[in-house]
RNA sequence: GCUCCCUUCGUCUAGAGGCCCAGGACAUAGCCCUCUCAAGGCUGUAACACGGGUUCGAAUCCCGUAGGGAGCGCCA
């Protein structure tokens, strides 16, 4: 029996929480749920300059909105934490100081600008544009010399000559690469805070990270961060490099494409469920059907069946879970939901009947919108083509719906009973003039509870315009 | 440029040599139900990128080609 896993989700807070990662912090989450394990939440925020403190609070937020609850976090310490970058200086400084005792990195004077022009000449070449070298040798003398000028230097990874560096993926299998195709790399930045490579995979060492899902950009960085554990001797977590996610024409999800943020999503209304039960499914399969709650998905969720290739998200598949999701929305749910768009002054009774009524034709509450001034706007106009079915209907048929409609209140079996009576119509014949008459329209949701949230009055003076 | 990853119906995917003239879900078309819409039921259309090999047999293994993507940063 293996130890439970521990997984994490580690976003840098340079902006809005980005579909992907949202899938990529699912996954690890579910990851961990599945086998009883923990899951991690860490603020990676080493780049003082991009990071942002209102996007950490609103990447909580959007996490939690969500419903992805980690187990330790900023917010939640423990012994492991803390759980930002920024604050964990003194655990890097002592991983610093074994590198450069193991001679397993090198200071590096080099200017930006100058490495900045050795990379385009590379690159004109037709060479990769890797870490020349440059300061890989220097003696211990020049070190010295150039450090004492108060030049400022970066630290660098001494990567070995020579070897290969083998993992298996989660996802894509065996791994192997060649030390020769990697370039020096710095781990600690001139100005003394550690970068990516160094303190995202110091942390999952010494946080006891066991599984890492992430991105497959990170695929070709993998090598790298192996080779800093080993030097280490620190254990590298399991990883797996999860195929990418495409927009809906296949390029890379951007803004482009309307919205690729949770926050975007949530703005326009979408529930947290549809939007998790559609990201369940991209890039990762379950025999499971329909909308599923988290702790299904913890269950049902399997890397073993994650897909390699990139998925795209398509917003047609993701208004399928949110119509599932709204339709099955309590009705209190349903209210809160679209408390935006509903008249203020409603009282509850009402505000219950009509939003029962409508839910079933809703996929977003901006579709509401139209139903509100429908039902609660005065008697609506007809539509193209309506006059004509009303008129038809004739004047004796109306003025029994009304009258029935003034002494049985909104009962629509009354109501239409009466036209029936009236007219001797049956079916569409029978209905369509009093859906016309009662909404203007010749679609919409059904009219019985339709009718039950008309104020009081409407329906028999709705009817009464065409007695 | 170099290294690496990927390629099954419109979309998400099942498929780990015979169970596949490729299965499911959503979308789509038709029908049924029905006061309309939605929901529901039934039926249908629709895919192994291409070319070589290996094998009695390949969507599955190997090699190429094409297309897409990532990485090669004092970004993460």
Request: glycine share 8%; with cysteine; hydrophobic share 45%.
């Amino acid at each position: 029996m293996s130890p439970p896993p521990v997984t994490r989700f580690a976003p840098s807070p340079t902006g809005e929480l980005h579909l992907g990662n949202a899938r990529t912090a699912l996954f690890n989450l579910l990851l961990a749920r599945h086998a009883g394990g923990r899951f991690l939440l860490r603020i990676e925020d080493t780049d003082t300059e991009r990071s942002v403190e209102a996007h950490v609070r609103a990447l909580l937020e959007d996490l939690t909105w969500l419903g992805l609850e980690w187990d330790a976090g900023p917010d939640r310490d423990d012994a492991l934490g803390p759980y930002r970058q920024s604050q964990r200086g003194a655990l890097y400084a002592g991983y610093f100081a074994q590198l450069e005792e193991r001679r397993a990195v090198y200071p590096c004077f080099c200017t930006p600008l100058e490495l900045e022009l050795a990379r385009r000449a590379q690159l004109a070449a037709g060479k990769p544009p890797r870490y020349a070298g440059t300061c890989r040798n220097l003696s211990t003398e020049e070190r010295a010399r150039r450090a004492a000028q108060g030049v400022p230097a970066t630290l660098r990874f001494r990567v070995p000559a020579g070897a290969r560096i083998e993992w298996a993926d989660l996802v894509h299998g065996a791994q192997s690469f060649a030390t020769d195709d990697i370039g020096d790399f710095v781990v600690r930045r001139a100005d003394g805070s550690a970068a990516f490579f160094f303190s995202n995979a110091v942390d999952d060492a010494s946080m006891g990270v066991t599984l890492v899902l992430r991105g497959e950009d990170h695929l070709t960085n993998t090598p790298r961060q192996l080779l800093l554990l080993e030097a280490l001797e620190l254990t590298a977590p399991a990883y797996g490099h999860v195929a990418l996610l495409l927009g809906a024409d296949g390029a890379p999800l951007s803004k482009r494409h309307g919205a690729a943020s949770v926050r975007e999503y949530r703005e326009r209304g979408y529930q947290p469920f549809a939007l998790l039960n559609h990201l369940f499914r991209l890039g990762h399969s379950s025999a499971l059907q329909g909308l599923l709650t988290l702790a299904e998905m913890a269950r049902g969720f399997d890397p073993k069946h994650l897909g390699r290739a990139p998925a795209r998200f398509d917003e047609q598949q993701l208004t399928v879970w949110q119509k599932d999701t709204v339709h099955h929305l309590s009705p209190e749910a349903a209210r809160e939901w679209l408390k935006a768009v509903l008249p203020r002054e409603l009282d509850a009774r009402t505000a219950t009947a009509f939003v029962s009524a409508i839910l079933p034709n809703l996929v977003l509450p901006a579709d509401a919108l139209p139903w509100v001034e429908i039902v609660f706007g005065g008697p609506p106009a007809l539509e193209e083509g309506g006059e004509a079915v009303v008129r038809n209907a004739g004047a004796g048929y109306f003025a029994a719906a009304a009258a029935a409609a003034a002494t049985t209140g909104n009962d629509l079996a009354a109501i239409a009973g009466a036209a029936r009576a009236a007219s001797g119509r049956q079916g569409r014949e029978l209905y369509m003039p009093l859906r016309l008459a009662l909404t203007g329209r010749a679609h919409g949701p059904e009219l019985a509870p339709l009718l039950k949230a008309l104020p009081p009055g409407q329906a028999r003076e709705r009817l009464a315009r065409f007695a």
